[in-house]
């Protein structure tokens, strides 16, 4: 017992730290491209390829993709037919 209340004093000290880091208006988790190059790592990443706008790219495709479903799952009431 004693074992489950420090693993949830712990859990619990760490979703705090992230919900302060949160009100102070930290910058959210971003992506790894381009990440590497400014830790002057010359590597491509494996995602993008070294393409820098393609991460960006790909996540707007994936949107308008994510959205194409949503609309085809939504059921319009209002219309007859």
Not at 34 to 60: F, H, P, R, W, Y
Request: contains cysteine; proline residues 1%.
């Amino acid at each position: 017992m004693y074992v489950f209340l420090v693993v949830f004093g712990v859990m619990l000290l760490i979703v705090v730290a992230m919900s302060i880091g949160v009100i102070l208006g930290r910058k959210p988790i971003s992506g790894s491209c381009g990440g590497m190059s400014a830790l002057g790592m010359e590597v491509a990443c494996d995602i993008c390829g070294g393409d820098k706008n393609k991460c960006e790219k790909e996540t707007e495709a994936a949107a308008k993709q994510s959205q194409a479903q949503a609309e085809d799952l939504a059921y319009d009431a209002t219309r007859k037919g």
